[in-house]
């Protein structure tokens, strides 16, 4: 069976954010390796779109499985695997049911890290109250993961967060790993050239995607305002009167989670075409090819895959 691909032109209505940041280009092929670490759920192999793709993981939670019992981690690797095509993938389960041990979070960098990986995609995140001591010992935690991947040269990208805050008014919280230094913390626009409603904001965010909103008129869904990725059907979404029949294996989906694997994707390709540059070289490139939007009085930059 010949399955329908995302940037198939039957769903130009949801696959927007890949023609936008590809700039109406196919997918970067990589000449060369490059690996990614998926820090997430797991990934579901029974997707019929991930027939014949050799995948690599190891599981940090209760399950020794990296079965995705989410969907989650799934739909990351779809946004990925429809920008660029011939990565490396190692795939990191520390979500079980949703819930994220910060414990296992911290696990899971020093274990990509040790696995030689290149990028690291963190869609999730954990808030802590820098102010509070058990807290302070976890936030040193990650501190700690973080600068071992800096030192062997390994980008961290990961979600700002989805409660719409301005976290600049939140001086104490802190949004793990997002927040912390060295990690590009990735924040959420929409189809209309503006941050989503729910995306965290603030001078912490690096940078952009866009990862598709949530919108009701008129007592229906406007999936075109979603983006097309790989993953669990979703039994609300198929059972909508307006639902437009995507293929099993995709799904329409929204959230800073989407955002990361966009950015990261963005690196691989730089890293491909740039060998052996400092993290710093690589963010000044992939900044330099992005656009920019402004949001009341701040510009953020959005990614583009530059070819």
Excluded: C
């Excluded at 979070?105 to 990509?112: N, R, S």
């Excluded at 694997?261 to 993290?279: C, E, G, H, R, T």
């Amino acid at each position: 069976m010949i399955l329908k691909g995302i940037l198939d032109p039957t769903l130009n209505e949801f696959n927007w954010n890949y023609k936008k940041i590809l700039l109406n280009k196919e997918p970067y092929h990589l000449k060369d390796t490059v690996t990614i670490g998926i820090i997430d759920s797991g990934i579901d192999i029974t997707n019929p779109y991930l027939k014949d793709k050799i995948v690599q993981g190891r599981s940090f939670v209760s399950s020794a499985y990296t079965k995705d019992d989410t969907g989650h981690g799934t739909q990351i690797f779809g946004i990925l695997d429809n920008l660029i095509k011939g990565a490396n993938y190692k795939f990191y389960k520390v979500m079980d049911n949703e819930i994220t041990n910060s414990l296992n979070l911290v696990k899971a960098i020093i274990a990509a890290v040790d696995d030689g990986v290149d990028i690291i995609n963190i869609s999730l995140g954990i808030y802590k109250n820098s102010q509070t001591e058990s807290d302070q010992i976890i936030i040193n935690s990650f501190k700690k993961a973080i600068n071992y991947a800096r030192n062997n040269n390994v980008l961290i990208v990961a979600s700002a967060g989805n409660n719409g805050l301005n976290m600049d008014e939140y001086p104490h919280i802190i949004h793990l790993p997002s927040d912390l230094e060295y990690v590009i913390n990735v924040g959420s626009s929409d189809k209309h050239n503006d941050l989503t409603s729910y995306t965290n904001y603030g001078k912490n965010v690096n940078i952009i995607a866009p990862s598709g909103e949530w919108i009701a008129k008129d007592d229906k869904i406007l999936f075109s305002e979603m983006i097309i990725t790989y993953g669990k059907e979703s039994s609300f979404l198929k059972n909508n009167p307006n639902y437009n029949g995507i293929p099993k294996g995709l799904v329409l989906s929204y959230g800073t989670s989407l955002a990361p694997p966009q950015v990261a994707a963005a690196f691989a390709v730089v890293i491909d075409k740039y060998k052996n540059l400092s993290i710093d070289e690589y963010k000044s490139i992939v900044f330099e090819n992005s656009s920019e939007i402004s949001h009341n009085t701040t510009k953020y930059k959005e990614i583009r895959i530059v070819y």
